[in-house]
């Protein structure tokens, strides 16, 4: 099994919490995690639907057939338990008793945040990592990473990328919405899926789209939470800080795994990928995910941000840590050119105090031109994590 970076985190929360709530997509390794770092906890699955049932149906008598400590998995599937598991921490006073996983973000929040406020630890676990691959001995080429993804059934199991992917989506991404949300044309939902994997990276207007579909834009923003809450998109939102109006605020879109998106965008070989018109999309997503990753693994808030103004000024991604803005600048070339820094130049004219700034590129030439650093995509994660 690949080790995963956000263990240490996880185990120093588990030492200062009585509840650690590990959130993330759907076979992102969450359950793996968990039992891997606390192997003599017990067990529980509320997929299970004799399980579910017990811990519906009585509470009270599920929280003494499964005492602390304990890895209930699962969660949102009876968010009541939350109220319950309130009032046994409380008592025992104890920590690290209860180690929880989600996979349906909002919900799940809400009802931690009502139940267990000041309780629990949260964690997002999201797909491995470049670095996590790396340090497992596993190294590939851009193409590769785009096509294969970082799903973590990819590389412990010999399965083809459009397999995984595409019961990936029919049993996971269908149900999970249908759970959320009554959806009545799976077809229209499909379709907009698959337009949003060829708007990668943009900012995706939903008026355009509703034209495109027939589906009104306000069912269309209903769809776009969902897969949000689902783990399946992830919103990149713009940053505009002092800035005022001079700034478009609708965030961008990625797709949490980028093999899902070559996937929805019909890729089925590797060959494949350096053609698509759409190769600089899914390397940004790819590069933007492995800097979230970076985050989350760390026990951090994202604080990733894009940059655009009315003048056409952009910067694919912004890290704003300890109030010091990052500029960084993404390009799938595997040769570099000075000309890439030209975007971070300007914004350093308008912006006072931000870092020199990088460009994560596919080649592995790394110079410095005028205090920017040109990085390798694989090194995506030194980069944010300094």
């Not at 691959?133 to 993804?149: F, W």
């Not at 990276?201 to 495109?212: A, C, K």
Request: charge should be neutral; proline fraction near 5%; charged fraction near 25%.
């Amino acid at each position: 099994m690949i080790k995963r970076e956000i263990r240490k985190v996880l185990a120093d929360f588990a030492r200062h919490f009585p509840v650690v709530t590990i959130t993330g997509p759907r076979q992102s390794g969450k359950t793996t995690l968990a039992q891997m770092q606390f192997p003599d906890y017990h067990y529980v699955n509320l997929e299970d639907p004799d399980t579910r049932m017990i811990a519906e149906a009585d509470a009270r008598e599920f929280l003494k057939l499964y005492p602390p400590p304990v890895i209930i998995d699962e969660i949102q599937r009876v968010p009541k338990l939350l109220s319950y598991i309130q009032v046994l921490v409380d008592e025992r006073k104890k920590k690290g008793q209860y180690i929880l996983t989600g996979s349906h973000q909002p919900g799940l929040r809400a009802e931690i945040s009502q139940s267990l406020a000041g309780r629990t630890a949260i964690l997002q676990l999201l797909p491995l990592s470049i670095s996590e691959l790396t340090e497992a001995g596993i190294a590939m080429d851009r193409d590769d990473y785009i096509l294969k993804g970082f799903m973590p059934q990819i590389h412990n199991e010999t399965i083809k990328p459009e397999m995984l992917y595409r019961n990936y989506f029919l049993t996971y991404v269908e149900r999970d919405t249908r759970q959320l949300v009554n959806i009545r044309n799976l077809n229209n939902f499909e379709v907009f899926i698959k337009l949003l994997a060829g708007r990668i990276g943009q900012v995706v207007n939903l008026n355009s789209l509703s034209n495109d579909i027939g589906v009104s834009a306000v069912t269309l923003s209903e769809w776009l939470s969902v897969l949000e809450a689902s783990y399946i998109i992830f919103r990149l939102p713009s940053y505009f800080e002092n800035f005022g109006k001079r700034l478009l605020k609708s965030p961008k879109i990625y797709f949490t795994e980028v093999g899902l998106a070559a996937y929805l965008l019909g890729i089925k070989d590797v060959s494949q990928v350096a053609r698509d018109p759409l190769l600089g999309g899914l390397f940004e997503n790819m590069v933007v995910l492995e800097a979230l990753k970076s985050r989350c693994n760390a026990g951090r808030e994202s604080e990733l941000y894009f940059f655009r103004d009315t003048r056409g000024l952009e910067i694919d991604l912004l890290l704003n840590d300890n109030r010091q803005l990052l500029p960084i600048e993404i390009k799938a070339a595997r040769t570099w050119n000075k000309d890439f820094i030209s975007n971070i130049e300007k914004f350093r004219k308008v912006v006072p105090d931000v870092l020199p700034g990088a460009v994560i590129y596919a080649g592995d030439l790394t110079p410095t031109v005028k205090d920017v650093k040109f990085v390798n995509f694989s090194e995506t994660w030194k980069l944010i994590s300094n």
